[in-house]
């Protein structure tokens, strides 16, 4: 079993930063890659950013890469997503997600049943 906290959600205003973490306890947080995935209202859950177990690769979604930049600290079992020049279309509940599995170029293409383990979420809201 592994649990995710996510914290640092909030309103923000377009072209403003945020940072989100991700809390993980439970497991070997460094045996899992991770995930950050956003649902706006109404909308289905989609992803933003991963990163590998060890921090070596990363991926985004081309509707955040430049902006968005992830990261994590095995020693304090946390990842973080950095997110600059916010738009209002970046506003939703933004979720961490674990996997043991690495799906290289397939990211943008994985949903909820491809993630082992998601935490509760953080809103952002971002305005115009």
């Known amino acids: 079993q592994v649990q995710l906290v996510e914290s640092g959600g909030g309103l923000v205003q377009a072209g403003g930063s945020l940072r989100l973490s991700c809390a993980a306890s439970?497991?070997?947080?460094?045996?899992?890659?991770m995930g950050w995935f956003r649902q706006a209202l109404g909308q289905e859950r989609e992803f933003a950013a991963a990163i590998s177990w060890n921090g070596g690769s990363t991926y985004y979604a081309d509707s955040v890469k430049g902006r968005f930049t992830i990261s994590r600290d095995n020693a304090k079992n946390t990842v973080n997503l950095q997110m600059n020049s916010l738009k209002p279309e970046d506003t939703a509940v933004y979720y961490c997600a674990a996997t043991a599995y690495w799906y290289g170029n397939n990211w943008p293409r994985v949903r909820e049943n491809g993630m082992h383990y998601w935490g509760k979420g953080t809103l952002v809201t971002v305005s115009s």
């Open positions: 439970g497991r070997t947080f460094s045996s899992y890659a």
